[in-house]
């Protein structure tokens, strides 16, 4: 992936947010699908490193017939599974790079997944287009206000509509980022909202990830109007012995590294 020169907690405000993770992920695209390709699947649909399945997750319920947006989608694996569940999906991604990976695969399956580049705080979609709407670690991790992208996702859905996404763990940010001895000791604040960021020999960001506590998700969710209906955090199951990034047999039998938030459309006009 992308060299970095250094890395820091700092505040970044947004569109700073937005170039740098565009091109980051313009950049690392290549060596994430090679890396993460084959767990992902070209047409499979998993919710985490902690290698949670909506094939028996069920966390979206039965989709056929159902039309459903995909946010942040990568390379599309997942709306690749919806689509053969029975779904209507349209899916969208900042990087454009990404999104060639998706057609790519699209082209090696005979598949046809219908593709939007775009920022997830502006979702280029109608009132009420969708039935579900999904995020697999996709945009809101990478947003310096996922207030917009919550409400934006709310306007899309129809009344009683479910948006579920996962993100990384908010107490993971007490920890380092490392899946060996040293990543099961807290060494910073639960409470230190500073992005990660990387930035490059002149100090601009080149990748930010944004922290919020399991508080800050909720306050968002309900400023948004959705509704939470559930928080699902994977426990590591038994035999998986891959590591990905700070995720790993170690720490996942420790502390939980992922939190997949259900919400319902309660209807009514958006905030």
Do not use: K
């Amino acid at each position: 992936m992308p060299g970095i020169s250094g890395v820091d907690r700092r505040a970044v405000a947004g569109e700073p947010t937005v170039r740098a993770n565009r091109r980051w992920w313009d950049s690392a695209a290549d060596e994430y699908q090679a890396e993460h390709g084959g767990f992902l699947r070209d047409a499979g649909f998993v919710w985490c490193p902690e290698g949670l399945d909506e094939a028996e997750a069920r966390l979206l319920g039965d989709v056929r017939g159902r039309r459903v947006l995909e946010i942040g989608c990568g390379a599309g694996q997942c709306g690749r599974w919806l689509t053969g569940q029975g779904a209507e999906v349209a899916a969208f991604d900042l990087s454009h790079r990404q999104l060639q990976h998706a057609r790519r695969i699209d082209e090696e399956l005979g598949t046809r997944l219908p593709l939007v580049q775009a920022d997830a705080g502006r979702i280029p979609f109608a009132d009420g287009s969708f039935d579900l709407a999904c995020s697999a670690f996709g945009a809101l991790p990478f947003v310096a206000d996922a207030g917009p992208v919550l409400t934006e996702t709310r306007r899309v859905l129809r009344p009683g509509g479910l948006f579920v996404f996962s993100v990384s763990h908010p107490i993971r940010w007490a920890f380092p980022d490392d899946p060996g001895p040293r990543g099961l000791t807290s060494d910073r604040s639960y409470f230190d909202r500073s992005p990660y960021v990387e930035h490059d020999e002149d100090g601009e960001p080149s990748y930010v990830e944004h922290h919020r506590t399991l508080g800050d998700w909720v306050g968002l969710i309900v400023a948004s109007g959705l509704t939470l209906a559930s928080l699902t955090e994977p426990e590591w199951p038994t035999g998986h012995d891959r590591a990905w990034g700070g995720w790993s047999p170690l720490r996942g039998r420790h502390i939980p590294g992922t939190a997949i938030f259900s919400c319902v459309n309660g209807g009514g006009p958006s905030a």
